[in-house]
């Protein structure tokens, strides 16, 4: 029987969730008909069309097309796989290097002149389709109308016109919120920070926008691209539109947002949403003017600093960069004070208790001794990876034993139609086949469900996999030893470290840290920071390898 995985997909601004499952009904029944077996389901909700490269559902596809999953990949058309042109191009070769052809309903077997003239249709569809969407929203901001979200200190305004159509783009000011942006023009125009803005309105429970907490980005923004509270000229009854674009990364299929030339911008009056006055915007852009030229060298140096990282493979700043957790939060733990990890929601956002640092050389060397001393002992090594292979086995037995059962009984129920089928056309018929046809052809769907569902196993882990591990600790605290290589080994730490825990202890600068590793909580250790400098203990967590 022909082995056949589904694929859909819908746009978050185009479709609803339910177009997925219309999607797979349709190609299910299609499958039906031709007597092919659904193995897998592929999907990528609320994704845009014009990126395959971010896309889960299709990257997976590719991989197990090339590990020979399936035989056809079946979808609804070819604009629902992908409208970009390069990105049904490259999929094509990946499933004809892989010798699994893709069809649709709307095309049937895509082949070259599918790919080229499709291809070629789709993208100028999406080109059609952004020419007229843009020539809309225009009219709307020249008619007096938001082309978009609307920002903070502003409501959406949901009414019926007198044709009984719902208006759209129109909004008001939120009496709750409006006082906050006053707040915060006045705050920064009197010599307060950004940074501090945001420190003092979490403190006092105001919520920023979309409920979220409020940080200093969201109020200094980009002054190039109109964003930011203190950058939005609508505060000042004048909405501004296209002073920006969106445009996709070849590279990455990530949205990266260019201003647009000054000549190309629309303005227009909306006195009605004033919220500052216009001294007040002076005073403001009167002094992002001089804080502009007093850190001009130094935002220069940043931005040669980030042109230079895009010539070259971006790595962690520091040896555990992205590793380390708050305990207490659940955010990130980074840089925050004078070379000390600390809670970036604490010390930036001010929205978390977590007050503990420790130093990233503290840190790191526990860490590392933590890896030294515990990792390579053989018999805890072997113990855990033992366990943990067994626990994948077994899953993995069950799992086949299943997907081996349904297989069995979808044969099964599969003879069993074809004996009806057969029965009538021999002239057999009986009223009671029809009952009996319809609750196989249910029995039969469900099994179908079940298998397409059923998550894919894991490889079998062999328990020798210790010896593995123990060469990779290793090799990994050899790399460390060498300063030229210490941080280029931070792809080796996350093979062994997926992250770590810090937890404020009881006593004054204590700090207790948990690493989690690949197989599972793999040992604890605190650091207490007593003057003058802190002293570092370890202790093993209950459960873990050591």
Not at 254 to 269: C, D, F, K, M, Y
Not at 324 to 340: F, H, Q, S
Not at 353 to 370: F, I, S, Y
């Amino acid at each position: 029987m022909m082995r056949i995985a589904l694929y859909a997909r819908y746009s978050s601004d185009q479709q609803s969730a339910a177009s997925i499952e219309d999607q797979l009904r349709v190609c299910r029944e299609r499958a039906t008909r031709e007597g092919w077996h659904v193995v897998s389901v592929y999907e990528d909700a609320a994704i845009s069309g014009a990126s395959m490269i971010l896309r889960p559902g299709i990257q997976s596809l590719v991989q197990d097309a090339q590990a020979g999953k399936f035989d056809i990949v079946l979808a609804e058309a070819l604009d629902r796989v992908s409208r970009d042109q390069a990105d049904v191009a490259t999929l094509f070769k990946h499933l004809q290097f892989a010798r699994v052809p893709l069809v649709t309903l709307a095309e049937g077997e895509i082949s070259e002149l599918h790919v080229g003239l499709k291809g070629t249709m789709n993208a100028l569809f999406l080109k059609d389709l952004a020419r007229k969407t843009h020539r809309g929203q225009r009219g709307r901001v020249e008619k007096g109308f938001s082309a978009g979200p609307v920002g903070y200190g502003y409501r959406t305004v949901r009414r019926l016109s007198s044709e009984g159509e719902l208006v759209r783009g129109e909004c008001r000011i939120e009496p709750s919120e409006s006082p906050i942006v006053e707040r915060i023009f006045r705050e920064f125009a009197a010599g307060k920070s950004p940074r501090a803005i945001a420190r003092d309105l979490n403190a006092d429970g105001i919520p920023g926008p979309s409920g979220r907490p409020w940080s200093d980005t969201t109020i200094r923004g980009k002054r190039s691209l109109g964003i930011g509270i203190l950058n939005n000229e609508l505060y000042v009854g004048v909405r501004v539109w296209n002073h920006k674009q969106a445009v996709k990364d070849p590279r990455t299929g990530r949205t990266v947002r260019r201003p647009n030339p000054e000549a190309e911008w629309v303005r227009a009056e909306a006195p009605q949403l004033r919220v500052v006055s216009d001294d007040m915007w002076r005073a403001v852009k009167h002094r992002q003017d001089v804080l502009g030229e007093q850190y001009k060298p130094m935002i220069d140096g940043v931005h040669a600093a980030q042109a230079s990282r895009m010539h070259r493979a971006r790595r962690p700043a520091t040896l555990l960069s992205g590793l380390v957790e708050c305990g207490v939060c659940g955010g990130k733990v980074g840089l925050a004070v004078n070379g000390r990890f600390g809670c970036i929601n604490h010390h930036r956002r001010h929205t978390c208790d977590n007050n503990r640092t420790v130093r990233r050389e503290a840190l790191e060397e526990r860490a590392l001794a933590g890896l030294r001393e515990r990792l390579v002992s053989p018999e805890k090594v072997q113990a855990a990876v033992a366990a943990y292979a067994e626990h994948i086995n077994r899953e993995n037995r069950e799992a086949r034993a299943q997907v081996e059962a349904d297989g069995r009984a979808l044969d099964k129920i599969e003879r069993a139609i074809a004996g009806i089928m057969t029965a009538i056309e021999d002239g057999l018929y009986q009223p009671t086949m029809k009952a009996r046809m319809a609750e196989l052809e249910r029995q039969k769907a469900d099994i179908a469900t079940r298998m397409a569902q059923a998550p894919q196993a894991m490889p079998d882990v062999h328990p020798g996999i210790a010896e593995i591990y123990k060469r990779e600790v290793e090799r990994f605290c050899k790399a460390l030893e060498d300063p030229e290589t210490r941080l280029d080994a931070s792809g080796a730490i996350r093979s062994l470290i997926h992250r770590i825990v810090l937890h404020p202890g009881e006593k004054r600068g204590e700090i207790h840290a948990t690493l989690h590793g690949a197989l599972m909580s793999i040992l604890d250790f605190a650091t207490e920071t007593p003057r003058p400098e802190p002293i570092v203990t370890t202790k093993v967590a209950q459960g873990s390898l050591a």
